[in-house]
């Protein structure tokens, strides 16, 4: 009777958890993602950069979607946390 109860808290808080990871989780990882291929692509600087800065918005949006098909919010935020900690070695190394 107890974990009956309890079940549809911890539901709620993993759709919030998951919410949180789409819209804030997804935004470092567009921001690294975009100075990464800035950073690396053989192109001239000014091409890099327009390239990195217009990328942002539509890279995170399609990381918003595809964070959203996780199976749990934790899953998602551990996703994101680690692809952005490889990204940030990358572009900060």
């Keep these: 009777m107890v974990e009956a109860a309890r079940r549809p808290r911890l539901q709620r808080l993993d759709r919030a958890l998951l919410v949180t990871a789409t819209v804030l989780g997804s935004l470092p990882v567009a921001l690294l993602s975009s100075a990464a291929l800035a ?39 551990s996703i994101c946390v680690g692809v952005s900690a490889a990204l940030a070695m990358l572009v900060f190394s």
Excluded: E, H, K, N
């Design 39 to 77: 950073r690396f692509l053989p192109i001239s600087p000014d091409a890099r950069f327009a390239l990195g800065f217009g990328l942002v918005v539509p890279s995170w949006v399609t990381i918003m979607c595809c964070t959203l098909l996780a199976r749990s919010g934790a899953r998602a935020l």
